[in-house]
């Protein structure tokens, strides 16, 4: 018999090449664990995990969870200890948690013990002498029964006694316990006010703070007895006369600028009313509320005098908002015609973009828009500023209105114009992001509303810094 030729340059297939797997029922319990990092095995092992005893698999799967090194994804074993086997999990790995050596330990653990949804032993958990723990267990309460975002009500659960379980831990000794709880208590709905007002009203003294801050984020200043809004104003007035200058980076920031320091004719052109003293922190608290979740249009923050100049902060001055561009031309002219100059911005400092507009006694010089949007053109009024094209120079880009050597568009201005608003108004004035304490201050600034609340009602209120 002739020997076999041998199999040269013959490609096998992968199935071949690759090592056998036995299924999971044939593999033992950590085998099983380990199977969860693979994809083609990951449906079998949750199934053949959840039949085997508790007892068995919960600790082998604590132990990969803790794993930081391990490759099987931390949700996986999170929802099989939480979903798949359930209770029978919790004490073991509520014992882990307590006991975690470090902080992505804990935070793996943490996202298996709070997706049990177990509500009552959440609540006994809440005196548990690990901080974390106490705080794994309050993002549980969350998890189970906020009513944020439209949720409805966990049909199973006494809001009331998971109202009056969580209200003492705000005064936790650990801050992120009492942070966490602050927040959860935001999210259960109307039912916390009563018992915060109580708070508020009767003590402990140490719970008082926090329950003023939970109840301004819940229901706003209607939220507030007469005399928690009158104590808050009487701490902005005491504030005020030490107020300092700080940066108003709202991350989405609209502003208008005018020379000079009259707040007052300011007000006037713009027809703001329900005008109410505001230290610079609170009147940053209200631009960055107001700008993210859908921008608010019905309120604004007025600088004291900064500098020589006075800013107009919020939404409503956007000079480039499709909503808002045409009435903000028109506002900032009559501004420019009274006080000589006025200007609109717009920053978005995470790839949102720049707008920038300038006015001068009664005409506009200058708008322009730079997002990256095919639409940015509609909104280009007047020529470049020179401002404009000093600032390309130095950056080394082409100048804005100078035509590439090649002849095709100016892609430099294009990528460099979203960045741009900041420094614009740095080199004609003064920018919100260079405020501080080197600021030259005149005045006290304010809170007011803006026209836009006069048809659309008032804007909600919330817990502000001060």
Not at 125 to 135: D, G, T, Y
Not at 305 to 311: N, R, Y
Request: contains cysteine; glycine residues 10%; aromatic residues 8%.
């Amino acid at each position: 018999m002739k020997n076999p030729r041998p199999l040269i340059g013959l490609s096998l297939p992968e199935t071949v090449l690759s090592p056998w797997k036995p299924p999971v029922w044939e593999q033992t319990a950590a085998e099983v664990v380990k199977a969860l990092a693979d994809r083609d095995q990951q449906q079998a092992a949750r199934e053949r995990l959840a039949a085997l005893a508790p007892s068995v698999v919960v600790g082998l799967l604590i132990t990969e969870l803790s794993d930081t090194a391990s490759p099987v994804p931390p949700w996986e074993i999170q929802t099989v200890l939480s979903k798949r086997i359930g209770p029978a999990a919790y004490d073991e790995v509520l014992a882990a948690l307590a006991a975690a050596p470090d902080e992505e330990s804990r935070r793996r653990l943490s996202g298996a013990f709070s997706r049990f949804g177990t509500v009552d032993r959440y609540l006994e958990a809440l005196s548990h002498p690990s901080a974390s723990v106490r705080q794994s267990a309050a993002f549980g309460i969350q998890s189970a029964c906020s009513v944020a975002y439209g949720r409805e009500p966990n049909p199973g659960v006494d809001y009331g006694r998971v109202i009056d379980a969580l209200i003492p831990l705000l005064a936790d000794p650990d801050p992120e316990v009492a942070q966490r709880v602050m927040w959860v208590l935001t999210m259960l709905g109307p039912g916390v006010v009563e018992p915060l007002r109580r708070v508020r009203a009767h003590g402990p003294g140490r719970l008082r703070a926090r329950a003023l801050s939970v109840l301004a984020a819940v229901g706003g200043e209607e939220a507030l007895s007469a005399a928690d809004r009158a104590a808050v104003e009487r701490l902005i007035r005491v504030k005020l006369p030490y107020d300092q200058a700080r940066p108003l980076d709202a991350c989405f920031t609209s502003w208008i600028a005018v020379p000079g320091g009259d707040q007052q004719g300011i007000v006037d052109v713009l027809e703001l009313f329900d005008t109410r003293p505001a230290t610079f922190a609170l009147g940053l608290s209200v631009g960055a509320h107001d700008s993210h979740d859908g921008a608010e249009y019905g309120r604004v923050y007025v600088t004291p005098e900064v500098d020589g100049w006075t800013l107009v902060l919020g939404p409503w001055c956007n000079p480039v908002d499709p909503e808002r561009a045409e009435d903000v031309l028109r506002v900032v002219t009559e501004l420019s015609r009274r006080y000589g100059r006025a200007q609109a911005y717009y920053f978005g400092e995470q790839g949102g973009g720049s707008g920038w507009l300038v006015a001068a006694d009664g005409d506009v010089v200058r708008r322009c828009r730079g997002s990256w949007d095919k639409d940015d053109a509609r909104y280009t009024l007047g020529p470049p500023l020179p401002e404009e094209r000093a600032a390309c120079v130095e950056e080394g880009v082409t100048p804005v209105g100078d035509e590439p050597a090649d002849g095709d568009e100016n892609e430099e201005w294009a990528d460099f114009a979203p960045y741009l608003a900041p420094e614009l108004a740095r080199r004609l004035g003064v920018s919100p992001f260079d405020l501080g304490p080197d600021t030259t201050v005149r005045g006290a600034g304010l809170v007011a509303l803006t026209p836009y609340a006069r048809e659309h009602g008032k804007p909600s209120t919330g817990a502000y810094a001060i």
